[in-house]
């Protein structure tokens, strides 16, 4: 069954660790993607060239407003509608003590992650709004649940930030049939936690219920239900993907 089919699916980030799953996931279920990348275009040509004609890959840096317009042009000229956008884009984490962080990190860590949402938001919507219907999927961290680890105040405000525009815009969409839902993935095997030892990735592993970190395809497998019509009820939800360790 192809969940997707007939949907253009956009995913910031795409290149990486869980935008790359998200792609394919979407891709295998009937999708079109677009590929959103920054730097690393090697791994985004090859994904966009595994996918087919089903993919393309558009670098765009989704800090930049005009650089997110460009790309979203790009996007409708090529597949005509947008009618799913995954927010998913983040720089690496590094982790830092409060008295050491500088307001300029957590500047860098609320562009990419409030401000790169919120210009691809602003960029999709019009054609959202004009084919009254879309899904927007903003990712979260259980970082940004619960108890916070220690040395990440820039990283968990960033993503806080995200969460309360997510529910601001599912209050305020809804009125155009635009659903806009988070998931929050707990550890996730990506380059993206190249920051924990493996004395503490061992220990917070033992932490986890299911006594092990998620895979990347399983946050997609989410990403693909609230894409779909099956999740049509849902919006303003937060899926937390973490295998028990957050509970809310
Ligand atoms: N992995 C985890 O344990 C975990 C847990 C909870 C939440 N998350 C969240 O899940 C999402 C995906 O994480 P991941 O682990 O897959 O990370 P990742 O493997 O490091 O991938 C990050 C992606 O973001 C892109 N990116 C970075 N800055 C960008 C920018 N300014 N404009 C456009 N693209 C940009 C990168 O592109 P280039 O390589 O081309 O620069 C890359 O494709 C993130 O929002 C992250 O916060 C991850």
Redesign the pocket.
């Known amino acids: 069954m192809e969940r997707l089919k007939n949907k253009v699916v956009l995913v ?9 799953e998200i792609c394919r996931l979407c891709v295998s279920e009937g999708a079109k993607v677009i590929i ?6 090697a ?2 040509l090859k994904l966009a060239k595994e996918l087919g004609s089903h993919a393309i890959a558009i ?6 407003p005009n650089a997110v317009h460009s790309m979203v042009q790009q996007a409708l000229n090529r597949f005509k509608s947008i009618d799913v956008l995954v ?7 590094l982790p830092k003590r409060f008295q050491t962080l500088e307001w300029s990190d957590v500047q860098k860590d609320i562009t ?2 409030l401000g ?1 949402s919120f210009y691809c938001i602003q960029s999709v919507l019009p054609s959202m709004i004009q084919q009254k219907k879309g899904s927007i999927i903003n ?5 940004a649940l619960g108890k916070p680890p220690v040395m990440l105040s820039s ?1 968990v405000s960033a ?1 806080s930030a995200l969460m309360g525009l997510s529910k601001s815009l599912a209050s305020e969409l809804a009125a155009y049939q635009i659903r806009v839902n988070m998931v ?10 190249a920051h924990l030892s493996e004395e503490t990735l061992r220990q917070k592993t033992q932490e986890i219920p299911l006594k092990r ?2 895979t ?1 395809k399983e ?1 997609a497998q989410t990403i693909v239900f609230l894409a779909s019509d099956e999740s049509q009820y849902l919006t303003g939800s937060n899926i937390v993907v973490s295998g028990g360790s957050i509970m809310p």
Do not use: M
């Open positions: 910031t980030g795409g290149s990486g660790g869980i935008g790359s959103n990348y920054n730097s690393d275009s791994n985004a670098q765009a840096d989704v800090t930049d927010n998913n884009a983040s720089g690496p984490i990419v992650h790169g990712i979260l961290s259980t970082y990283y993503k929050s993935p707990g550890i996730t095997q990506t380059d993206a936690i970190i998620a990347p946050i």
